[in-house]
């Protein structure tokens, strides 16, 4: 394998890796919706419309187990429970503000 | 709504348009192939491993529609397909190159 092929393949194998958690249906959003700050979970299911209670649950406890997300119980009463991004989670924030900015570009649909 | 509020919700809209043809499997590796230059269908299949030829098929079709790749058919003979970024696909290519590498920092499995 040739040198560029190396390095080819390894910058495949990058976008990979991070598609293989930003490529699941909802988690950009809700790492995006997390990034105006720590947010129960009936604040996030308002704000990613369209997420079901148990899809929102099972997404979340894939972030925290990738490390983008922590979740923080307070005892109370009441009792409540707090999401917000890891240094992790917050260091992809500049990245999808481009993609948000580079999709409102190129991907809307044509008006003419 | 507060104007903070409606920008919240403009830039997670713009997130959520990112990811309608980003969040689907293959579609960043196949952008991100195709970035090191015009490809034939059988190299891009070898190139995004893992990929059967109808999924291959399925996804440039969409990233086409989408305006991201171009498909090329040199009448020959041999009849030959080539697959090419638009620009609005080149332009995501530095996003992407980002992505990937915020993955290898974050995303990769911890070693200790």
């Known amino acids: 394998m040739s040198e560029i092929d190396r390095e080819l ?19 950009g959003m809700i790492v995006a919706t997390l990034g105006s ?4 979970f009936v604040a996030l299911r308002r704000a990613v419309s369209g997420i079901s209670d148990s899809v929102l649950s099972d997404r979340l406890a894939e972030l925290a187990l990738a490390g983008l997300v922590t979740r ?3 005892a ?4 409540t429970v707090s999401y917000a991004l890891t240094p992790s989670g917050e260091s992809l924030l500049p990245i999808l503000e481009q ?7 190129n991907l809307s649909a044509p008006t003419d």
Chains 1, 2 share one sequence.
């Open 9 to 27: 393949q390894v910058c495949d194998e990058a976008v990979t890796l991070a598609f293989s958690v930003l490529g699941k249906r909802w988690n």
């Open 37 to 40: 700050g720590s947010t129960s």
């Open 72 to 74: 923080t119980v307070d």
């Open 76 to 79: 109370g009463p009441p009792v």
């Open 99 to 105: 993609l948000g900015s580079w999709a409102v570009v």
